[in-house]
């Protein structure tokens, strides 16, 4: 049993600065790629970046330049630095973590997603 729970959202202006959290608990080996994801109303849920277990990022091109992924393994924790905020930034933010508990026992969880608003 694996429990993500994400923090940091909430209302913002054009411009703005919002550091969102994820901190994984529960039955835990290793925590390898972690990531956000966003779904604004009617699209579809989309990477926004992603961090490996060697450190290793990767970002949306409407990103980069603007946000930071980083993570702490002592915490499984990931983060978001998101600077220079966007009103198309508006969404509903969520985490992946991918967990391994074995050599053949690897899966991700999700996390409840937090709102992520934009004000023009």
């Known amino acids: 049993q694996v429990q993500l729970v994400e923090s940091g959202g909430g209302l913002v202006q054009a411009g703005g600065s919002l550091r969102l959290a994820c901190a994984a608990s529960?039955?835990?080996?290793?925590?390898?790629?972690m990531g956000w994801y966003r779904q604004a109303p009617g699209k579809q849920r989309e990477l926004v970046a992603d961090i490996n277990s060697g450190a290793v990022t990767n970002y949306a091109d409407s990103v980069k330049g603007r946000f930071t992924i980083s993570r702490d393994n002592a915490k499984n924790t990931v983060y978001l630095q998101m600077n220079s905020l966007k009103p198309e930034g508006t969404a509903v933010y969520y985490c992946n973590i991918g967990v391994r508990n074995g050599v053949w026992d690897y899966r991700t969880y999700w996390g409840q997603g937090t709102q992520v608003t934009v004000s023009s």
């Open positions: 529960g039955s835990i080996f290793s925590v390898n790629v």
